[in-house]
């Protein structure tokens, strides 16, 4: 089969090669998905994935997690899925992505796609929606009332914690670019703060929890945003955390696969209460390309490979 890979740690994008592969088999408790689409975040090249579970160092990798697609074969054991669903989830961090033709992912790690979403609007769902949920329901412990800042509000990860948190029944502040003033406001977000500007002062205090998806001294500043007793939450460096209050909560994490949330969010998608941003479809052949866009910035949302 063809798939995208790399195979030294340092190469980067550069390093990028489109290439023939050996054919992705279904192991225990597995499906094989024949890939629509796969989606890719820019950094995934520097995360530290070089090691798989036993301990040995992998000799090349299959970039991307996030997959939309077609079961095709069941491994010995798997229950829950048949050939010919429709699927969506994460693949494992430590095995082959999806960006290649076909992927084996453990059942458990994946869902049924959402009936109103295509298979490229559905791959941006996975990380983005997981990581939004996980950010606000299991780290934040949002309340209906509470009033929450999303830093980035405009990108794969914030568009969908507005989302969410509006649905929850929240008072939504976004921030970020002012280009993504009006998506922000469109997806729910009561007010929105421009970074261009500066600006973080006017909300100074206001806030139940913060969301960060920037990191940088826009999380530096986070700690004056909250009420006594909140809660700052950030997927960036944990070693940016602002140290100047002990009253209120700081939490660093990476969103973990979880079925049961992709269903949740795969229903609110189906009941109109979330909206996936794509950034743009790439032929999987042009991956090194898609990397290099989305690494430059000013492109919102998920990049997408298709095989």
């Given at each position: ?49 070089w ?21 095709t ?35 458990r790690?994946?869902?049924?796609k ?10 941006a ?36 914690a507005?989302?969410l ?8 502040i976004g ?16 007010r ?8 973080l ?24 945003l ?13 070693a ?12 660093v ?55």
């Amino acid at each position: 089969m063809k798939a995208i890979r790399t195979h030294e740690p340092t190469a980067g994008i550069g390093g990028l090669v489109y290439e023939d592969v050996p054919d992705a088999k279904a192991g225990l408790c597995e499906v094989l998905i024949k890939v629509v689409a796969c989606g890719i975040t820019h950094t995934e090249l520097d995360w530290p994935i070089w090691t798989c579970r036993a301990g040995h160092r992998r000799e090349a990798i299959i970039p991307g997690n996030e997959v939309s697609g077609v079961v095709t074969a069941l491994g010995y054991g798997t229950a829950g899925f048949a050939v010919g669903d429709e699927v969506f989830g994460l693949t494992d961090q430590l095995r082959d992505g999806a960006a290649a033709e076909y992927v084996a992912v453990e059942a458990r790690n994946l869902a049924p796609k959402p009936r109103s979403l295509d298979h490229f609007q559905t791959a941006a769902v996975p990380r983005a929606g997981l990581t939004a949920w996980q950010a606000l329901f299991d780290h934040g412990k949002l309340e209906k009332g509470q009033t929450v800042v999303v830093h980035g509000a405009g990108g794969a990860v914030g568009s969908v914690a507005v989302q969410l948190a509006r649905w929850a029944g929240a008072e939504v502040i976004g921030t970020g670019r002012e280009h993504s003033r009006a998506l922000a406001t469109e997806l729910g977000a009561e007010r929105y703060i421009a970074l261009d500007n500066g600006g973080l002062d006017e909300i100074a205090g206001q806030a139940d929890l913060v969301v960060d998806t920037v990191g940088g001294e826009v999380l530096t500043a986070s700690s004056a945003l909250l009420r006594p007793g909140g809660t700052l939450i950030t997927i960036k460096a944990a070693a940016e955390f602002p140290t100047d209050r002990d009253d209120i909560a700081t939490i660093v994490f990476v969103q973990l696969p979880n079925r049961d949330q992709l269903v949740e969010i795969a229903r609110l998608i189906d009941d109109g209460h979330v909206r996936p941003q794509v950034g743009a479809v790439y032929p999987l052949a042009e991956a090194a390309q898609a990397f290099t866009v989305k690494a430059a910035g000013g492109v919102p949302g998920r990049m997408i490979l298709r095989p």
